[in-house]
């Protein structure tokens, strides 16, 4: 017998089995090494779902807000006088976001209208297991993954947007509202409302959540345009529309931020138009959702807003955000819409 020769082919083989082998161990790896807690990198698949559950959660401490004592405090007087309240719920649902979304994404900045207060209970939030989290919309489940560096991204959140119409009861304004942007740019938006519960989402160049409809282009809306405008600081901004677009301009005034995008999102408006100076936490979740239609969100003066961590919190330019026709809108707006500090 040959033993030479059978030991040659039996060793030849098992260098090829343990090739197929060590061929199929590096090539699951990749697929798998990403989303762990130790890498520099996030999924941005999770973040969405992580977004959309923080959102709901902060959603459910407004609700159950309402029915404790609100404590209402001022945090001062906007530039306009208005007054700039907070109550319990705002610190509650700030509790309730903020740590769920930084447990579960430790390596992101997360930047908040509010602060702890000093509870020590601010923290202790249930952890989210972004990884197994089912949620409602199956289409998420169908979406790609996409690995970006953690350090790219910022996440905004808005813990309670609409406070003073909250504290007087007009609950349709009130939205919570995270956003996630990548190197300054808003990729993920989402706003949602929890009266009665409902959550939009987009997230650019992907997918929306299937409750936002698509809205069908009328070009005649150029010379009737409907905008909305702030309800507490309305400013000078209806007379400057009415000029610069048309005496055929109508208007409506509304509260909130997410509401009033969300109403060009819908295409209830065309145009949403701010004068005053305005927090990018009110307006990072409806500058991707609008991204995400196909719309844009813009200053007054036709600059895209930057996200990043280390940018000024304030916009202070004004803001122009359309479904159609952006560009057509801007050309009309005068340079006078730029004058708040
Ligand atoms: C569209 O948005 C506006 C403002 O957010 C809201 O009042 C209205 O109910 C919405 N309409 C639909 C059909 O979703």
Redesign the pocket.
Known sequence: MNFGGTLRINKFACFTVIFILFVIIYWRSGSNSYPTDTSDFVNLKYLLKGAIHAAERGGLKVTDGKNHELNVKSKGKTQEGANDPVTDADYASHCAMYYSLKKAFPKVTVVSEEHSKGDPDCEKQEPMDVEAMMLSQKSIENLLDEHVMAKDVTIWIDPLDATQEYTEALY?YVTTMVCVAVKGVPVIGVIHYPFPPQTYWGWMTKQTSSNI?KVLYKEENKEKPRVVVSRSHPGRVEHIAKEAFGPKTTFDK?AGAG??V??VV?G?YDVYLHETAIKKWDLCAGDAIIKSVDGKMTTAKGDLIDYSADSPVKVTEGLLVTRFDHAYYLSKLPNILSATP
Do not use: F, H, L, P
């Open positions: 349709k409809a509304a509401y009033k969300m109403g819908n209830t």
